[in-house]
Antibody, heavy 119, light 108 residues
Framework: QLQLQESGPGLVKPSETLSLTCTVS??????????WGWIRQPPGKGLEWIGY???????YSNPSLRSRVTISVDTSKNQFSLKLSSVTAADTAVYYC???????????WGQGTQVTVSS | DIQMTQSPSTLSASVGDRVTITCRAS??????LAWYQQKPGKAPKLLIY???SLKSGVPSRFSGSGSGTEFTLIISSLQPDDFATYYC??????????FGQGTKLEIK
């Protein structure tokens, strides 16, 4: 059974870059039919899709964040990563990594990691 | 972008009740709709995919229906474990994936 675990700093300063990694266990990113994605949830609010990546490196992201988002994959470490540049307080949220498929949508989720943007 | 609107935003119900949550899309998404359950401090859990297919392991009291722009999630007989927030989400590949604002199901 696939398990996903987010990791990264819990506090980021305004204008800096948020960097998170998702480590996958119980399966391999390489050759998988899944897309490997990121979703966030500001405190007390709903869910926002950030983007996802295929093991080949092909990425798709939300146009509202595209100019600031970089998603990458390291198949040798079975990890994928999110970078969000020029952060502001509006980027404070719980960030989840999740698997996406065209049949099921987002069906395996990490537990989430809180990221706060503050000086 | 496709907007997803859920109603109601909050729903009070009792154990054993039949509950219906509605989700409307701003344009047709065929059957590319998923429903999730989220409990406080936890990640969302996929319940229903492709509008009406029950994910393996999800209790059969959950069901989904609809196509096009109007969808429903029904819980046939509420159990104590079902009190949570529910989100719909479209996954039409021609538009960024968006979620509804959520429906909080509370104990009456």
């Amino acid at each position: 059974q696939l398990q996903l675990q987010e990791s990264g700093p819990g506090l980021v300063k305004p204008s800096e870059t948020l960097s998170l990694t998702c480590t996958v266990s119980g399966g391999s990113i390489r050759g998988s039919s899944y897309y490997w994605g990121w979703i966030r949830q500001p405190p007390g609010k709903g869910l926002e899709w950030i983007g996802y990546i295929y093991y080949s490196g092909t990425t798709y992201s939300n146009p509202s964040l595209r100019s600031r988002v970089t998603i990458s994959v390291d198949t040798s470490k079975n990890q994928f990563s999110l970078k969000l540049s020029s952060v502001t307080a509006a980027d404070t949220a719980v960030y989840y990594c999740a698997t996406y498929s065209g049949d099921y949508s987002f069906d395996n989720w990490g537990q989430g990691t809180q990221v706060t943007v503050s000086s | 972008d496709i907007q997803m609107t859920q109603s109601p935003s909050t729903l009070s119900a009792s154990v054993g009740d039949r509950v219906t949550i509605t989700c409307r899309a701003s344009q047709s998404i065929n059957s590319w709709l998923a429903w999730y359950q989220q409990k406080p401090g936890k990640a969302p859990k996929l319940l229903i995919y492709q509008a009406s297919s029950l994910k393996s392991g999800v209790p059969s009291r959950f069901s989904g229906s609809g196509s096009g722009t109007e969808f429903t999630l029904i819980i046939s007989s509420l159990q104590p474990d079902d009190f949570a927030t529910y989100y719909c989400q479209h996954y039409n590949n021609f538009s960024p994936y968006t979620f509804g604002q959520g429906t909080k199901l509370e104990i009456k």
